[in-house]
């Protein structure tokens, strides 16, 4: 690309903008470009100073040629990249175009077209940026696995964790979003997979003697490659306690979850069904399949100190006709006292909820982080009531 020796200042580079994150533990930064020709590094007194130590001291040059926006690299250790391609001289630039020094990535906005009601989230650039991130969950380590306790109704003892993913990463904040993210790469499956794989690498922090539940997405049960994935987790760790949640929409296809219970019991891995009771499963086939637990939706057993009677009679059947068909029966979304005084008068087997303890890092559930008196973490005595959403989960 041509190089010019004497780039111009026509441009006004006072109407430029950089949105985007650069801890993941705070929100996104709006950073002004100043006048032109402007500096951009790590360093505090760069005219654009970016505080993270993949940026380089001297990283990238914002400059203008023909009253056009340019950047180009100044020999950073990371790269500079526009668009997901790395710079390797200059590259005129566009609004709405994603720019990443090393691996902070912005939008570029200009202030003509700025609204303060405008958030990053919802723009259309805002999901390509979305995607950029999502590289970073996979490999520069943004997934962090959040544990949430598993207790018996009975005494409320912990028996286990499920783990869930969660993460800092703009965009990339909930379930919903990380899997919506890897949707649009047809990456759903590694997404699961690479969950269930950070999630079992923490465990050795944990007693052995806990039941470890890892979750599925949907798209998995229809692929090559789930038994693979999990024959090598079960060489990683051969002593842990594994259920493994599939969602109760595949319960309609027998004969595939005939055969993943056989391969998972061969990998001394047990069965649950996740989210039962509110979608196509069929009780004909529950009692075909046999699951060794059967998750109640939260739908059905949130705030069931608050339901119609009917509803309630309704819950307390289907509890005990899984019960009957020697399965344990696992409330979701046990929020109160109430409904687990409830819910334990129905002869539930297992629970889970912000009752027992939200969803959190597993520094919280060892047992030097339990609180005096407790048995299920920081939540034992009526818990945090705020409402959990099923893309929370």
């Given at each position: ?6 780039p111009?200042t026509?441009?006004?580079a006072?109407?430029?903008f950089?949105s985007?994150?650069?801890n993941e533990s ?5 950073l002004?470009i100043?006048a032109?020709?402007?500096?951009v ?5 760069a005219a ?6 993949a940026?380089?001291k ?5 400059f203008?040629?023909?009253?056009k ?5 100044s020999g ?8 997901g391609q790395?710079i ?5 630039l566009?609004?709405?175009d994603?720019?990443?020094?090393a691996?902070?990535v ?8 700025h609204?303060e ?6 723009d259309s650039?805002d999901?390509a ?5 999502f590289?970073?969950?996979m490999?520069d ?5 959040f544990?949430?306790p598993i207790?018996?109704?009975g005494?409320k003892k912990?028996i286990g964790y ?9 965009g ?8 919506s993210a890897?949707?649009k790469l047809?990456l759903?499956a590694?997404?699961s ?8 690498q923490?465990?050795?922090q ?5 039941d470890?539940y890892?979750?599925t997405?949907p798209t ?5 490659g789930?038994y693979?994935?999990l ?9 842990l306690r594994i259920?493994?949640?599939i969602?109760?929409?595949?319960i309609?296809?027998?004969g ?5 219970r056989?391969r998972?019991?061969?990998l001394?891995?047990?069965?649950a069904?996740?989210d039962?009771g509110v979608?196509?499963?069929r009780l004909v086939e529950l ?6 637990v ?5 739908k059905?057993t949130?705030d069931?100190h608050r ?5 309630k ?5 289907i509890?005990k006709m ?6 344990l029966?696992l409330?979701?979304?046990?929020e ?5 005084e409830i ?6 087997s297992l629970?889970q909820?912000f009752y027992y ?5 597993i520094?919280?559930?060892?047992p030097s ?11 034992p005595?009526?818990?945090d009531t705020?409402?959990e959403?099923?893309?929370?989960r």
């Amino acid at each position: 690309m041509e190089t010019h020796n004497a780039p111009d200042t026509s441009i006004n580079a006072t109407e430029w903008f950089l949105s985007g994150q650069i801890n993941e533990s705070e929100g996104i930064r709006r950073l002004k470009i100043p006048a032109l020709p402007c500096d951009v590094g790590r360093r505090s007194d760069a005219a654009v100073s970016i505080p993270s130590n993949a940026v380089s001291k001297t990283h990238a040059e914002f400059f203008s040629i023909d009253g056009k926006l340019c950047v180009r690299d100044s020999g950073s250790t990371n790269g500079t990249f526009v668009n997901g391609q790395r710079i390797l001289d200059y590259m005129p630039l566009e609004e709405g175009d994603l720019i990443q020094f090393a691996t902070i990535v912005f939008r570029l906005s200009s202030g003509r077209n700025h609204t303060e009601g405008h958030t990053l989230h919802e723009d259309s650039c805002d999901r390509a940026l979305a995607m950029m991130q999502f590289d970073r969950l996979m490999n520069d380590g943004g997934l962090v696995p959040f544990f949430q306790p598993i207790v018996e109704v009975g005494d409320k003892k912990t028996i286990g964790y499920e783990i869930l993913g969660r993460s800092r990463l703009f965009g990339l904040k909930t379930p919903a979003e990380m899997f919506s993210a890897a949707s649009k790469l047809n990456l759903e499956a590694e997404l699961s997979r690479v969950m269930r794989i950070h999630g079992v690498q923490l465990c050795s922090q944990l007693p052995r003697d806990l039941d470890i539940y890892l979750n599925t997405h949907p798209t998995e049960l229809a692929r090559e490659g789930l038994y693979d994935s999990l024959v090598a987790l079960r060489e990683s760790a051969p002593d842990l306690r594994i259920t493994l949640e599939i969602h109760e929409a595949a319960i309609t296809n027998p004969g595939l979850i005939i055969q993943l219970r056989e391969r998972l019991a061969d990998l001394d891995m047990k069965l649950a069904f996740d989210d039962f009771g509110v979608g196509r499963a069929r009780l004909v086939e529950l009692s075909e399949v046999r699951p060794d637990v059967v998750k109640f939706d939260m739908k059905l057993t949130r705030d069931i100190h608050r339901a119609t009677e009917k509803r309630k009679e309704v819950v307390a059947l289907i509890a005990k006709m899984v019960n009957d068909l020697g399965i344990l029966s696992l409330a979701e979304g046990v929020e109160t006292i109430e409904s687990h005084e409830i819910l334990r008068n129905m002869n539930f087997s297992l629970a889970q909820g912000f009752y027992y303890g939200k969803p959190s890092p597993i520094g919280v559930w060892l047992p030097s982080a339990t609180l005096p008196g407790t048995k299920t973490g920081p939540f034992p005595e009526g818990g945090d009531t705020d409402a959990e959403s099923p893309q929370d989960r």
